[in-house]
Nanobody
Framework: QVQLVESGGGLVQAGGSLNLSCAAS????????VGWFRQAPGKERECVAA????????YYADSVKGRFTISRDNAKNMLYLQMNSLKPDDTAVYYC?????????????????????WGQGTQVTVSS
């Protein structure tokens, strides 16, 4: 059984930082591209960051470029999202996800339909 478990969310003031972690079990993350998505109330789920299976190519949403950093530790089967200079607009439930394994290995997957395994989500709230 494949399972992704996020941690590290919480309440932070604007300008602060959080580091989200995602622990994978039942499937090795090195076999997939990986990503972080978020969904705010009344909005669609959006990809904020992703990293390709091979080559290190990354994708960042324009709204988080320069503030968020995605990383993976294949040896630990872990995925991370470092979030700096947080803004109230970053408030959302954040999900980690594993992409379908047959995708282009060198491209960072950024569409929800490219993913087949999701965590349960962790709430991030940024106060002004």
């Amino acid at each position: 059984q494949v399972q992704l478990v996020e941690s590290g969310g919480g309440l932070v003031q604007a300008g602060g930082s959080l580091n989200l972690s995602c622990a994978a079990s039942g499937r090795i993350i090195s076999s997939s591209g990986v990503g972080w998505f978020r969904q705010a109330p009344g909005k669609e789920r959006e990809c904020v960051a992703a990293i390709a299976r091979l080559g290190g190519s990354t994708y960042y949403a324009d709204s988080v470029k320069g503030r968020f950093t995605i990383s993976r530790d294949n040896a630990k089967n872990m995925l991370y999202l470092q979030m700096n200079s947080l803004k109230p607009d970053d408030t959302a439930v954040y999900y980690c996800a594993l992409a379908r394994t047959y995708l282009n290995s060198y491209r960072a997957p950024r569409l929800a339909g490219e993913y087949d395994t999701w965590g349960q989500g962790t709430q991030v709230t940024v106060s002004s």
